[in-house]
Nanobody
Framework: QVQLVESGGGLVQAGASLRLFCVVSGLTTRNYAMGWFRQAPGKEREFVAAISRRGLNTLYADSVKGRFTISRDNAKNTVYLEMNSLKPEDTAVYYC?????????????????WGQGTQVTVSS
């Protein structure tokens, strides 16, 4: 079955960096656009970043543009989210998702498969 497993979250201070990983199994990763979303306590899930099938196109939320970088290695079935200059408002559970369409999308209902999430906590 399809599995997306996130890792790399943790507790860091403001200004620090983290790298999230999403390892995919059960599907051919290169056939899917991939995205990262996050959900903070009491808030709706929101888009963070997305990357096209071959990694040629990316899309970012305005709140993370210039600080976060999404990338992928299809040979390793892995998607990454490099997060720099972290802020307390970045605190959330971060989810990886796979979208079988060819476009990079920022709406969660276009994604077909989801991981269980990894917690990122940024202290001030």
């Amino acid at each position: 079955q399809v599995q997306l497993v996130e890792s790399g979250g943790g507790l860091v201070q403001a200004g620090a960096s983290l790298r999230l990983f999403c390892v995919v199994s059960g599907l051919t990763t290169r056939n899917y656009a991939m995205g990262w979303f996050r959900q903070a306590p009491g808030k709706e899930r929101e888009f963070v970043a997305a990357i096209s099938r071959r990694g040629l196109n990316t899309l970012y939320a305005d709140s993370v543009k210039g600080r976060f970088t999404i990338s992928r290695d299809n040979a390793k079935n892995t998607v990454y989210l490099e997060m720099n200059s972290l802020k307390p408002e970045d605190t959330a559970v971060y989810y990886c998702a796979a979208d079988r369409t060819s476009k990079v999308e920022d709406t969660s209902n276009t994604y077909d498969y989801w991981g269980q999430g990894t917690q990122v906590t940024v202290s001030s």
